[in-house]
């Protein structure tokens, strides 16, 4: 089993910035892809943001030169720089890890972007 525990989520305000961490742990393999996706409340939940094991990123189009993902393999640890940040942004932010075609989510951790 593999466990994904978040972190660093809280309130900001508009124009902000945060920094999340997501720490894998269990029976880590391989891990192809891992990434942050998010759920604003009375909506879908949507990718923020991935990156595979060869470090190629993949960004929505809403958080482009906003926010940058990165990991650290030796960690098992993926990373999303959230700056100037808008209350759009506002969410429960979750994490995923892709290994041998199964996928597996943190807990979630609260972004609100307020005044």
């Known amino acids: 089993q593999v466990q994904l525990v978040e972190s660093g989520g809280g309130l900001v305000q508009p124009g902000g910035s945060l920094r999340l961490s997501c720490a894998a742990s269990g029976s880590i393999f391989s891990i192809d892809v891992m990434g942050w996706y998010r759920q604003a409340p009375g909506k879908q939940r949507e990718l923020v943001a991935t990156i595979t094991s060869g470090d190629s990123t993949n960004y929505a189009d809403s958080v482009k030169g906003r926010f940058t993902i990165s990991r650290d393999n030796a960690k098992n640890t993926v990373y999303l720089q959230m700056n100037s940040l808008k209350p759009e942004d506002t969410a429960v932010y979750y994490c995923?890890?892709?290994?041998?075609?199964?996928?597996?989510w943190g807990q979630g951790t609260q972004v609100t972007v307020s005044s």
């Open positions: 995923n890890l892709g290994q041998w075609n199964m996928h597996y």
